[in-house]
């Protein structure tokens, strides 16, 4: 009988470690106030990260809507490497919040944009406010690097 109890008590602190007071609200219905945030990116056309192995450069060349926002994006992504377009990258996207610990539900769709080194991240998804960083990942052949990008999406 004390199963249950104990179910149901790992359930409410599960759901209560989303609880916070800081700029960032846990509350999907709650405003988030990005202006208090430094640590985040700012969405430019073109806005790049290196790869953290350093074999690759990242950037977001278009993001609809601009800037991110709550609910489905699709971002435009150009992978290089030496300056030169980077063409058959296995890409995996992955937005994670942070904050909750939590994934999306929706899992973002990657294919081939057409122009040398470019990629449609479609949807990637923010369902809620709050602080998203969106780890995006390239492989091809033996080599693998990685980016973080880190935005805040507001109510």
């Not at 202006?35 to 450069?57: A, I, N, Q, R």
Request: proline share 10%; aromatic share 8%; glycine share 10%.
């Amino acid at each position: 009988m004390r199963t249950p109890l104990i179910v149901a008590l790992c359930l409410a602190s599960a759901l209560g470690a989303c609880g916070g007071d800081d700029a960032v609200s846990d509350d999907s219905n709650e405003m988030v106030d990005c202006s208090l945030l430094t640590d985040v990116d700012e969405f430019t056309v073109g806005l790049t990260k290196p790869g953290f192995g350093g074999e690759l450069e990242f950037s977001l060349m278009s993001a609809n809507p601009a800037p991110p926002s709550r609910g489905d994006n699709s971002w435009l992504l150009e992978v290089r490497q030496g300056g030169a377009p980077s063409d058959g990258e296995a890409i995996t996207v992955f937005p994670f919040m942070p904050q909750h610990g939590h994934t999306t539900p929706t899992p973002a769709v990657v294919t081939p944009a057409g122009a040398p080194g470019q990629y449609t991240l479609d949807p990637v998804n923010f369902w809620m406010p709050g602080v998203w960083e969106v780890t995006i990942d390239a492989e091809k052949a033996d080599r693998i690097d990685t980016a973080l990008f880190r935005f805040c999406i507001p109510s």
